[in-house]
């Protein structure tokens, strides 16, 4: 099955902003992970008005990337490496860092039990929040092709949602077994921002490339 969207509202936001990882709190306030060395940060944001009221710049050689939010413990990792980082969510100089077993770090997501993490492969990991050990880990597939690339995360309604990086596409994917269910394409959501003078980066490859890359 293939599915749209709607577009029912729109919020100011930083440009200058790499964001990586983005989750929304609550009480009209988001987090967000961006990235590019030395530019790095942790953000709480206004999502009314896009005003960042609190921010935690990274050290210059780390490049943030997925953000999650589990209780009042932010978790973020980074680009690269195998290092992440657990914030306080009301105090963001309370942190500790700790280290993984994913390639790398692209995106999280948590269904407020246990982590899911993906590093740009066709992996999907899923992490105890207090070890942080890999407990279990998938391969995305779509008719029997793995499907690569699985970058940002969200848990939503019993799925996992993943962008396929430099695509428009989500693919909605069971944490059991990795299957792909379902796809949401958003090039007609490039093409609206194009239109209205925006800045946004060109996917690589063909809408038939959204459903499947391989490595």
Known sequence: RFYSFDLVREYPHDPEAFTQGLLYAGNDTLFESTGLYHQSSVRKVDLQTGKVLDQHQMDGHMFGEGLTLLDDRLFQVTWLKNDGFIYDRHNF???ESF??????????????KILFGSDGTSKL??????SLEVTKTVTVKYQDNDVSYINELEYINGEVWANVWQTDCIARVSHEDGQVASWILLHELRQQLWNSGNTVSSPYGSLANCIVRRT
């Open 93 to 95: 100089s309370k942190r």
């Open 125 to 130: 990991y899923q992490l105890d929040p207090i």
């Open 99 to 112: 280290t993984h077993k994913m390639r790398d770090g692209w995106g999280l997501a948590t269904d407020g």
